[in-house]
């Protein structure tokens, strides 16, 4: 389906570029950009055939700092670089600490996605979104 360019979120008015990033597990750092969202490149791009994509970014207001506002009601939207649009929806969200990088175990199974942000502007734990996906067009 092609590498995720875009994430769209309507109700929260966020409409961001998404670059390649990275966690290191050693040093333990993520790659963070300051005007963009970032896509794990050690995770899945976005599809309809199996596997999670994580989707990560500074919980500034200008990045992903509505997300605490995210509900089953809002549609999340990953627009890839060959032009598919990909729709889902909130299934849950979790709290951990900065240290718990268990998200990186989840990455098979059904196709998702993961949005991780920090739990609030100055929080160190983070806020784990899951995500189901609902369309594909």
């Not at 309507?10 to 005007?35: C, F, H, M, R």
Request: with cysteine.
């Amino acid at each position: 389906m092609g590498s995720p360019q875009r994430i769209i979120i309507p109700g929260l008015v966020i409409n961001l570029p998404i670059v390649a990033g990275n966690y290191d597990k050693e040093a333990q750092e993520w790659s963070l950009s300051n005007t963009s969202a970032n896509f794990a490149t050690n995770t899945n791009n976005p599809n309809n055939k199996g596997g999670k994509t994580l989707i990560y970014g500074h919980a500034l207001a200008s990045i992903f700092g509505k997300l605490n506002k995210l509900s089953s009601e809002d549609t999340v939207y990953i627009v890839t670089n060959n032009g598919h649009t990909l729709s889902y929806k909130m299934k849950s969200v979790e709290i951990v600490p900065p240290t718990d990088t268990s998200v990186f175990d989840k990455m098979g199974g059904t196709p998702g996605l993961y949005l991780v942000t920090c739990d609030g502007t100055w929080s160190t734990n983070r806020r784990i979104i899951s995500l189901d996906l609902m369309e594909v067009s």
